[in-house]
């Protein structure tokens, strides 16, 4: 079973930066979309970020300008480096791996939080 497993959450004061690590073993990562989500508390999960294998990259309106994805496909990593932090931004970060063929693989991690807070 594969299980990416986030890494680098934890608490920042208003302006502040943070980077996101998920490293996604057992899979062949650079053929995989890989994205980050975030749930606070009582509001749906929301998408983030996401990029491709070929590095192109979408951002929720809310963190363009301030959050930048990447990835390393050698190290089968993905990053969410978070700048300018903001008290909304507070939430359980989520890493999502998927690809659609031969069929859906769809794998998520189990969360890392960010809370962001003087």
């Known amino acids: 079973q594969v299980q990416p497993v986030e890494s680098g959450g934890g608490l920042v004061q208003p302006g502040g930066s943070l980077r996101l690590s998920c490293v996604a073993s057992g899979i062949i990562f650079s053929t995989y979309v890989a994205a980050w989500y975030r749930q606070a508390p009582g509001k749906q999960r929301e998408l983030v970020a996401s990029i491709t294998g070929a590095d192109s990259t979408k951002y929720a309106d809310s963190v363009k300008g301030r959050f930048t994805i990447s990835r390393d496909n050698a190290k089968k990593t993905v990053y969410l480096q978070m700048n300018s932090l903001k008290p909304e931004d507070t939430a359980v970060y989520y890493c999502?791996?998927?690809?659609?063929?031969?069929?859906?693989?769809?794998?998520w991690g189990q969360g890392t939080q960010v809370t962001v807070s003087s």
């Open positions: 999502n791996v998927v690809r659609d063929f031969p069929r859906r693989y769809d794998y």
